[in-house]
Every structure is written in structure tokens, then in C-alpha cells.
């Protein structure tokens, strides 16, 4: 049953009101930072409050614009958008308290244009994660790589001006060359651009060009270019030249998540998995995708630079989240949802220990860090969980992805055995370019003449938010009953 409601509307206006009025107090740092935690709080509030609807079957509705018969700017709370949602919402509070500490620790510049920005960001990710139909999802997606250029370009130098370029080009280059074309033919084919009520049907007519489909689901899957699929990927690790608390923004919450949850909610509820199944889009998918998980993996193991490692695991990690809708198996689908929670407090993790260790120590390469997990064992021990996540190892959140990977996996009747390669040989690469960081912190020698005196951890700011989210990945991991409730509605 569908629910007229408000929240939807007072959910997605927290992080836009809160936006301007942080401009408004940019000459007050305290009251600035104060106005962007409250705007977080009310947003996950209000969220948090339309879970005992979405579970009990209901979906919530809330038209802001009527455009064109078929055609209409509307929100809508599902079990698949709370998935989003709701991890969208809680890590920004947790990015909001270290964002404190990180751009105040270095004294950055720019700070109220940075928290406007953020707020920003995320209002574009919560309508995005809202949206009812591939219009509403089109605009809050541009809204999302309009927003995120300042952050990108933060520093204002000769470098993140380089990387800003690219990031904007590569977003809305395929957006506008590919999706834009997309959206306007299937309106044309079908007459509308809502979503499904479920992921079987889709919204395509039985005797629609079968051709036509599978180009225009070419054209959705690498239209949506913030989901890091290769080619189509090198904006993101150009995009480390931003602020740590930008990088877990965009790697954890904000825009890869868009881009996957976009990618994935037109693959289930614009096309359906009975159509992706009758055209054979799904195990082509699974395959090209598994190219991404590969390759990404062997490239972050050649990086020393840590936040360059933690990007390119970011590209290889993202398509887990297509390949296991692409199964179309049930245990498959939920392994790939499930994942965008499960990688997004595991990632940021990993991003809050990078900025940590930098605020810190001033070092950004894993071959300076050895030995530094014994003066800062709480940023080491949090970034040794979140890397346990991303290989997939219990008790951490990762395990339950792979483990419903590998068994929607081995229920194809056809294919398994390349895919199950796939998974293995990848959890291997995790377990390469992931494990060194952690034994050189607890068990290498510092260099000559730097000894341990004078440091220590970064302040509570910073430390307490990243203990947060390893702990949540870990608790998301032994409990994952609660999310998994929406993805089960989801995969039916």
C-alpha cells in the first residue's frame, strides 16, 4: 500500500536547510560545525522514523513536482531505498564529527564553503536514494556531481584543479551522453519512467524491440559512471587529491553509493531481472563486471600512496555490488544490496584511519608506516577490522557479502564455475593489498631516526568516529538481521 507522507519531503530538506544555514554562519566556526551535526541528526531521525512502515510492507509517497502526464519529481521510501538510506544518513553524523577534527587539525581553509558542500552532497544522495522514478533519480544525481566538484577541488592548487576537471567531465559527460538519451527512449518505449512496484516485471511491454532494450541497458549501466565500472573509472582515484573526509565521502556514502545504488535499482526496477533473464544481460554483466574486480584489485596493489590503495579497492569492491545483482539468483542479489552497506561502514573506515594517520603523523605511503600501529593502536586495530570486511573474512560485514556471493553463485545452473574463480581469486588480491598495511604497523621497525616519541593519536574528534564505524561494521557483521529484513523484501 502506498502512504502519502511528509517525511520524505522533511527528510531530504535537513541537509539543504542545513546547508544554508552553515553559509549563513561561516564567520562562527562552533555554531557552523553545531548546525551541520543538527542537520545530520534530524535527517537520520526522520529516516529512522519510516522504518516500521517500510517494514511492515507499506511504501511512503510524496509528489514535489508534476512535469508531464507520466513524468513527475516524486519521492519515494521503499525497502531498497532504506537500505541506502539509512546508511547514508548515520555516517554522515559520523563524518560530520570527523571532518571536525581533520580540517581543524590542519587548519584547512575554506571550511564553511566545505561544510555547505557536504551538506549538499548529501541532500543530492538522499534524493537520489528517494527517487521514484529515473527523472527524480537523474536530477539528484547531477546534483550530486555539481555539489562535490568544490569538495574535490578543495585545496585550490594546480593538482585538485586537475582532478576536479576530470571528476566533473567523466560524471557528466556519461550522463548527459548516455543516460539523458537513455531516459528520454524509454519514456518514449513505455510511456513512463517510474520504478516497478517489483524487481520481476520491470516496466518494459512484452513486444518491445528486444535489441532496443539490451542497448538502452548498455547505455544505464555505463551512463552511471560514479559506480567506477571500468573504463569509465578513472575519476576516482584522481579524485584523492581532496581532503580525507572528502575521500570517505565519496568512496563511502555519498557518490560511489549513488552511483551503484542508482545502477542497480534501473537494473531491477527499470528492466527487471524476467527481462535480463529473457535477453541473457545478467551473466554478460556478471562477467564484464568481474573484469573491474580483477584488474582494480591487481592495480591497488602497486600503490604505496594508502589513499590511492583504499580508491582503486573502492573501483574493485563497487562491482561486487553489480555482479551479485547480475546473478539474478536470490542469495546473488542479496550479497550485491546487502554490500552497499556493508562496504560503505567498512570503506569509510579505512578512509577515517588514512586521515588519521595523516592528521597524526603526516604520512601518506604504507612503506612510512611501519610501526605506527603500536603508538596509535586504536586508528591500526580499526583499520585491521574494516580490511577484514573488505577481504570477507568473519566476523566482519564483508563475510555475509561473500558468503551470499558464493552461494548465489553456486545455484546458476551455468557460469558458476567462472564467477566462483572470480570470488576467490579477488579475496586473495584483498587479502595481498590489504594485509601488509596492518603487519607493517603492529610488527615493522620505524626507520632510522624516527622513533615513536611524540606520536600518538589523532584527537577524539576523529578517533571516536572511526572506532564508531569499525564497530558497526563488526556488530552489521554477527547481527546483519536488520538490514538483511530490507533486502529480503527487496529479493522477495
Known sequence: ?????????????????????????????????????????????????????VLSGDRLIFTLFNILPGLTVTLRADAFSMVFALVASL???????????????????????????????LFGAIGVAFS???????LFYEIVSVCTYPLVAHH???????????????????????????MILIYVLTGTLDFADNISTGIFPADVNAAMVTLLYIFCLLGFAKSGIMPLHNWLPSAMVAPTPVSALLHAVA????????????????????????????????????????????????????????????????????????LLTTSGMQGGIIHIANHAFSKITLFFCAG????????????????????????????????????GAPPAAGFVTKWKLLVGTMAMESHYIGILLVLLASTLLNVAYFAPVTYKAFFGKRPEGEPYVGIREAPLSMLIPLMLAAIISLVIGIYPDFMMKFVSMVTG
Request: proline fraction near 3%.
Open 156 to 182: 585550490q592548487d594546480k593538482e585538485s584543479y586537475a582532478g576536479a576537471r576530470k571528476y566533473i567531465i567523466y560524471l557528466t559527460t556519461t550522463a548527459k551522453g548516455l543516460l539523458l538519451p537513455a
Open 255 to 326: 557518490v560511489v553509493k549513488v552511483g551503484v545504488f542508482s545502477t542497480t535499482r534501473v537494473m531491477l526496477y527499470v528492466f527487471g531481472t524476467d527481462t535480463m533473464g529473457a535477453l541473457n544481460l545478467g551473466i554478460p554483466t556478471a562477467y564484464f563486471v568481474s573484469f573491474t574486480i580483477l584488474m582494480a584489485s591487481i592495480i591497488a596493489l602497486s600503490k604505496d600512496n594508502l589513499k590511492a590503495r583504499l580508491a582503486y579497492s573502492t573501483v574493485s569492491q563497487l562491482s561486487y555490488i553489480i555482479l551479485g545483482v547480475a
Open 356 to 391: 588519521a594517520i595523516y592528521v597524526a603523523t603526516h604520512k601518506k605511503n604504507i612503506s612510512e608506516m611501519s610501526g605506527l600501529g603500536r603508538s596509535m593502536p586504536f586508528t591500526f586495530a580499526a583499520f585491521a577490522i574494516a580490511s577484514l570486511s573488505m577481504i
Open 1 to 53: 500500500m502506498e502512504i502519502e507522507s511528509s517525511k520524505l519531503f522533511f527528510a531530504l530538506m535537513a541537509p539543504l536547510v542545513g546547508a544554508l544555514m552553515v553559509m549563513r554562519a561561516g564567520r562562527y566556526p562552533n555554531l557552523r560545525e553545531g548546525i551541520s551535526c543538527l542537520a545530520s541528526v534530524v535527517m537520520f531521525s526522520i529516516i529512522v522514523s519510516m522504518v516500521p512502515t
Open 132 to 138: 521514484d522514478n529515473l527523472f527524480t533519480m537523474y
Open 91 to 121: 555516517l554522515w553524523i559520523l563524518a560530520v564529527f570527523y571532518s571536525m577534527g581533520y580540517m581543524r587539525g590542519l587548519d584547512e581553509h575554506a571550511q564553511t564553503r566545505f561544510n555547505a558542500c557536504f551538506a549538499l552532497a
